[in-house]
């Protein structure tokens, strides 16, 4: 089974095309190998790039699981580099003039793939074939724990059915000596 994760880091202050030009490095590597690579590349863009990559990595295994996905099978297929708004800023030149200074943003979307080995057959959403057991396993001690207090309260009864009997028979005593005394 593909899976696919995404990582999002937006409103970097680093200009789109410096951005893109790291980013034209990794793409299509595996994730070690472009983490790799970024950690020895001497460009601020580098560090941005290389978070998003572990931050999709992560999702990536949180999604799946660590049991049928390794994150060495993981590959950056995309680096998507968008521009984001500019701040814009003076500079105060010499003889009243003023230049205008563009501070450039950017977007930045990696897409991770990778194969997941899944070989159990596929279990309904929102149960697992390990809840499945467990839940079997909590029926199981259920009906044994409702056998055990039906047996207590066939038993009780009887206990309780005779003291009644007895109580109804002190009772109907007390009763015949009350009148005998009036």
Do not use: W
Request: with cysteine; glycine share 4%.
């Amino acid at each position: 089974m593909i899976v696919r994760s995404t990582a999002r880091l937006r409103y970097v202050s680093i200009p789109p095309r410096k951005m893109r030009l790291v980013g034209d490095m990794v793409k299509g590597m595996p994730v070690e190998r472009a983490l790799n690579v970024l950690n020895f590349t001497p460009r601020i863009a580098a560090r941005h790039i290389a978070k998003t990559v572990k931050s999709a990595a992560a999702n990536a295994l949180s999604i799946q699981g660590t049991d049928h996905l390794k994150p060495e099978d993981l590959v950056v297929t995309d680096v998507i580099v968008d521009a984001a708004p500019t701040a814009k800023r003076l500079r105060f030149q010499s003889m009243g003039r003023v230049f205008r200074i563009r501070k450039r943003f950017c977007h930045l979307t990696i897409h991770l793939e990778g194969e997941a080995d899944i070989a159990q057959p596929a279990v309904k959403a929102g149960k697992s074939s390990e809840g499945s057991t467990k839940t079997a396993a909590v029926k199981k001690k259920k009906k044994i724990s409702t056998k055990k207090t039906a047996k207590a309260k066939s038993g009780k009864s009887k206990v309780t059915a005779a003291k009644a009997k007895t109580s109804a028979a002190k009772n109907t005593a007390k009763k015949v000596v009350k009148k005998g005394n009036k």
